[in-house]
């Protein structure tokens, strides 16, 4: 049977993974829109997401270009060869002939801007209990946040890590926009501790999409939709013009907030959550760390 070939595009976080020597893995769990690959990893699975048409932006993308994309010929544990520029899994292979950047950029947020994204991710459904929620952010706040010696931030944290249903729970959602949030306004130390206090016993807590994908916010990597809220913010929400009529909260931020909020039945609304948690946090003090990457232009 002759191969199928498809062209993708893969998120930066990945790139060095999907251009490096061949690797051989399985996958994880077959779904509409996507596909879940996994690679043996020594802190648990590397994970590779093969995005069809709709699938979320996440950092260990690899968006395949063309038409619709079935995924239902394949079954967990089907295995799978990443590497050498290519992912192949039974007769077809994907390759990768360019990447997107999933980098965390250092931003100067607008307070309205913020407050239009708390407000929105407050009206959405979380399918979290609030006093966790409630806790991190008390915790992420408060003076122990600056003392790597106060457990605070750290209890917190794990009382959040797989806190809720779906392949990505909802307490993972609050923490990944939260990290996000923390890069962006140079509070990159603070991201890293709470990196560091999802770890422990990770692979027994949540799913390995969901432990891979805080892996990679604490090291200052986002979904797409996030990226495209955090750079709206930088430019201040600023007013537009909707025929004619000004809107005060600029369309194209109201816009980018709408698509972080349609991803999956609720993981869009833990991102928002933790975006805003992190960019009230990260703008009420001054920067701690160095910045994830370049600042917005």
Known sequence: MAARLALAAAAGAIWPLLTGPARTGAVLGSFSRALITGLPGADGPQVVSLLGNGAAGVPNGVRISGGPVSFGAFRGGDPVTVGDGCVRLGDLQIRVVRSWSSRVPRIRPAGAGISALAAAAQRAELRVPPE??????????????????????????????????????????????????????????????????????????????SADLLRLAADGHAFQEALLVLRELHRGGRPDTIDGAPDRLGAPLQRAIGRLLSIGHTSGAGLATGLAMGLRCGTSAPAGGPPAGQEVR
């Open 132 to 209: 966790p929620v409630a806790a991190l952010e008390r915790a992420v706040t408060s003076a122990g946040a600056r003392d790597p010696a106060d457990p605070t931030v750290a209890v917190a944290v794990a009382g959040l890590v797989g806190l809720g249903p779906g392949l990505t729970p909802g307490g993972d959602d609050v923490l990944t926009g939260l990290m996000a949030a923390l890069h962006a306004c140079g509070r990159a130390d603070l991201a890293h501790r709470i990196g560091a206090a999802a770890r422990p016993g990770i692979a027994q807590r949540t799913t390995a999409l």
